[in-house]
């Protein structure tokens, strides 16, 4: 599976956007980028993920760049509930679903 | 609907002993895995099964851990015997698709070895 780098840490201003770099320059062109974050004391959770086109669900935006060697995850009005741990994963479909999770990035929201 | 469910949410139990995880995944989810993260390490894959096969168990760290998923349902994950390295917080993820998908985690269970 293609490294990931990520700050070890950030921080963000409640209500303001969050933005997780992610440089992933090794990338394949049929390689996913996904983000999950762990929340203390509970499981990964699932963000959002993409091929090569900007995403957006519910919880976050997803922007690769043209040349897809790195990725923004942004989170548009930071909540204090949003303080976690943020993986950048970039996996194969032929990896079976296997997930290799970095350092990510903790994020720290304060008031 | 339920999401993944993980018995006990902690376990401590003595060197030499044996555990047994256990791992609801959703309701239809064909793909069931199995992580852990040890401390001050990052969360590390253990097995994949497919229905009641196992996939992928290349992180399977030895032979003292046993994973099973009965008729593709539930699955548990067997330590014996627990040694001090395998303290920990296990993770089992559940998924539905072809393994190109999201992966639903749940809270996991704290292995204490003492």
Request: charged fraction near 20%; proline fraction near 6%.
């Amino acid at each position: 599976d293609a490294k990931t780098t990520q700050p070890p840490s950030m921080d963000c201003a409640e209500g303001r956007a969050a933005n997780l770099p992610c440089n992933h320059s090794t990338i394949s062109g049929n390689e996913y980028v996904y983000w999950y974050r762990q929340i203390h004391s509970q499981g990964p959770q699932y963000i959002i993920h993409g091929l090569k086109n900007n995403e957006t669900n519910e919880m976050a935006s997803l922007i690769i760049t043209e040349d897809r060697k790195s990725s923004t995850l942004i989170l548009p009005h930071a909540t204090l509930r949003d303080t976690a741990v943020y993986y950048c994963i970039v996996r194969p479909p032929w990896s079976y679903g296997k997930l290799t999770f970095g350092q990510g990035t903790i994020l720290t929201v304060h008031p | 609907e339920a999401g993944v469910t993980q018995f006990p949410s902690h376990s401590v139990i003595e060197k030499g002993q044996t555990v047994t995880l256990r791992c609801d995944p959703i309701s239809g989810h064909d793909n069931l895995y199995w992580y852990r993260r040890v401390m001050g390490k990052e969360i590390k894959f253990l097995l994949h099964f497919v229905k009641e096969s196992k996939q992928d168990e290349s992180g399977m760290p030895n032979n003292r851990f046993l994973a099973e998923r009965t008729g593709g349902t539930y699955s548990t994950l067997k330590v014996q015997p627990a040694e001090l390295e395998d303290s920990g917080v296990y993770f089992c993820a559940s998924s539905g698709g072809t393994g190109r998908h999201e992966q639903y985690f749940g809270p996991g269970t704290r292995l204490t070895v003492t």
